[in-house]
């Protein structure tokens, strides 16, 4: 009952002086909505980013060639560091052969399902008379193709025989036909375009059309015209025409759902550096997840944002400084007032409860209303951005704690020196 009433009398407090209240409530507001603005903004962009990633297969392992390093040093403390690769271009004997792939997944079977293969052939101009698109052409074999989880718009994607039979067909987004077919999918099913790679012309017939939109990490031109895409083609086409026979520089690892990909990582690159790549003077196997990657932009987006709300949080002690100013000089006016309630039999206990809740209440009202401009900028910010907004529940709850410090910790002074007047001087004051 008593919290109640002195909330009542601290919100009377607040409405006899409107200006005073809200001029004093201006950097607790500030403050808090600056914390909540950039702690949901990190908020918003790190899942976004973390669920794009989680999409293109949180659980692969991306597996390459490493040049190795060439010099050692030991420290007094026994840590190795090594320093600089070995610089050398990579052979046919270095490269990752099938065979190697195929002792893999019989070294883990119960963790590897598969392999993602790609060959990439570079960027070339397909023409059509004197239309022209942009492409990156790629080899993939069934399991890259698959993983890319392109939408079919027309036509069907690259079958068995194609890769088999290594047929010169490829996969093309709508933007590419687009620009050469004037935007008519069906048209372009069964169509042959020439695509010019290195001053060299060669001749693809398209069997399939997939939505650009879903299709990844493609160069995006201000210019649609301009704009270019993926050209999925079968990957012994592809290693056909770079005449690369020999093997592959780097491979994806498709892993079981319930595998740990971090120690599948280690074990794989283990189990490779030392059967196959023990004696290769310039080159080792490196492992990577996508797993250790979102775990590292994900606090790497945390640490940034932490830091840049710490910053922003420094207005709050501001704020806190406005309360206390705020509260002494409320004390100065309401000496009369103290005087009387000492000497009808208020304990000091009462009057110091009385204006630390008013100093609370206070704080609470503009940590409100701060919430509340806070979300309403970083949804506004984050819908910009074209990221889902999602507000930071710890920044909320952190915001309103610290709103309830404040009130404790720089009205405390003001309400400690309310309790202390003396109830005669406080009665004869003007």
Known sequence: MLIWENILLALSGLRSNKMRSLLTMLGIIIGIASVIAIMTLGD????????????MGANHITVGLQQKSTTTSVTGSGMTFSFGPR???????DLVTEKMLEDLKIRFPEAVTGYALSENIGTGTARKGELYAYVNAVGVNDENLENENLTLLAGRKLSDRDQQEARRVVMVSDLFVNNLFGGDTGKAIGQSVDVLFNNRYYTYTVVGVY???NAG?????????????????PIQTA???????????????????????AELCTKIEDYMNGRYYRDN?????????????IKSMTEMLSTVSLAIAAIAGISLLV??????????VSITERTREIGTRKALGATNGFIRFQFIMEAIVLCMIGGVIGIIAGVGVASVVTNLMGYAVRPSVSGIVLSVSFSVFIGVFFGYYPANKAAKLNPIEALRYE
């Open 281 to 293: 003077d310039s080159f080792e196997i490196s492992a990577m997840s996508m797993e250790s990657v």
């Open 217 to 233: 990490m493609e160069f995006v031109s201000s210019s649609e015209q301009d704009t270019q895409t993926s050209m999925y083609l």
């Open 87 to 93: 610089m050398t271009e990579t052979t046919e004997e």
């Open 211 to 213: 939505q650009y939109e």
């Open 319 to 328: 704020g806190g400084i406005g309360v206390m100013n705020i509260m002494l």
């Open 44 to 55: 918003s962009i790190s899942s976004s980013v973390t669920e794009s990633m989680a999409s």
């Open 239 to 261: 290693r056909d025409q770079t005449h690369n026979r020999a093997g592959y520089s780097q491979f994806t690892v498709l892993t079981a759902k319930d595998i740990s990909a």
